[in-house]
């Protein structure tokens, strides 16, 4: 049996690995719970790195399971044996790939990230489809006891906010995607000080936002321990995107969100799968500033609401769902 080959209901996951990129990260999240549940003997996963795949991988009796975004994999890989595809992206010409994957590929499902997507695809394909949300991290239920003003003191951050304002906190790449500047016209209107984490992602980007009384660039990665902390730091989550016409999800909203501080992001199909009571969504600059003053007077209820929402995206709740699709076509 070559290094390429599978079997006895083996999953065999292909994706980015080992880099820092989304995709990399969120199936290195999944990974992480589905190990978990594999102790509990429902099977045995594989990461395989579409980087470096140089031959056809062979999994007939399993199933492998393609991590998919346009930019790192624009044409399937060579696969013999069930596969099932996450479309991290799905834009209005996805029916084209869609069909491009099925003649090359024994397509078994699909799974997307929210329902405005499972609806859109459901024209384009006669395979079945699956909808699961991103995970969420449940920051507050792991750093059980750290308070706002303690998670302030670790990382330097003033009791009473930066300039004794209250603190949203803008997590995630710097992109071009991101409107950061309708962000400080909004901090500067609404009296809060925005904490932009702005590490620069591998397409290079760095944006031309400034430290000023409104605005704090960290402009770096943050550490699991610093996100966590930020998050809990905070008085708000800011999600502000230009121009998404595509369905996708946000992997930095599932990754703060379990701070259980509320959030208010842009109404795009980027932020589709943020359905709860209690979500906040604008679709200009006035909207934003209303949702900012909205959330300073009712924080505790839409942190709340925010917590739930992370409790039922969480990823031991995701890695679950993903072992009844593999159940359904392997002996788990």
């Known amino acids: 049996m070559s290094k390429e080959e599978y079997g006895n209901g083996v999953i065999v996951i292909v994706s980015t690995w080992g880099t820092m990129c989304g995709i990399a990260i969120y199936t290195e999240d999944l990974l992480r719970e589905l190990t978990r549940l594999d102790n509990e003997k429902l099977g045995r996963f594989i ?5 470096s795949l140089k031959h056809t991988i062979r999994n007939k009796n399993g199933v492998t399971h ?97 300039n004794d304002m209250p603190i949203g906190f803008v997590f995630g790449f710097q992109s071009q995607n ?30 031309n936002m400034v430290n000023n009384e409104n605005v704090t660039i960290l402009g770096r990665h943050l550490n699991d321990e610093e996100i966590d902390l930020y998050a809990l730091a905070s008085d708000l989550l800011l999600f502000d995107y230009v121009d998404q016409d595509h369905y996708s999800s946000s992997a930095s909203l599932h990754r703060t969100v379990g701070s259980g501080c509320p959030i208010v992001c842009c109404d795009t199909r980027h932020f589709n799968d943020v359905q709860y009571d209690g979500h906040l969504k604008f679709k200009d600059q006035q909207g934003l500033e209303k949702c900012i003053l909205y959330v300073l007077a009712n924080q505790e209820s839409l942190g709340n609401a925010s917590l739930e929402f992370a409790r039922n995206t969480s990823w031991k709740e995701v890695a679950r769902r993903h072992v009844e699709i593999y159940r359904k076509y392997t002996h788990l």
């Open 66 to 162: 393609l991590q998919h975004e346009f930019g790192i994999m624009p044409k399937p890989p060579k696969i013999k044996g069930k596969v099932i595809v996450t479309f991290h992206t799905i834009p209005y010409d996805i029916g084209n790939t869609l069909r491009k994957f099925e003649s090359v590929l024994d397509i078994a499902g699909y799974i997307v990230p929210c329902s405005g997507a499972l609806d859109y695809m459901v024209g384009n394909t006669s395979k079945d489809i699956y909808m699961i949300p991103l995970g969420s991290k449940l920051i507050s239920d792991d750093n059980t006891g750290i308070t706002k003003e303690e998670a302030r003191e670790r990382i330097g951050i003033p009791k009473n906010g930066i």
């Open 47 to 51: 990461i395989r790195n579409v980087k």
């Open 178 to 207: 991101k409107n950061y500047d309708r962000l400080a016209q909004a901090a500067r209107n609404t009296g809060i000080h925005l904490v932009i984490s702005g590490s620069i992602h591998n397409c290079g980007y760095k944006s």
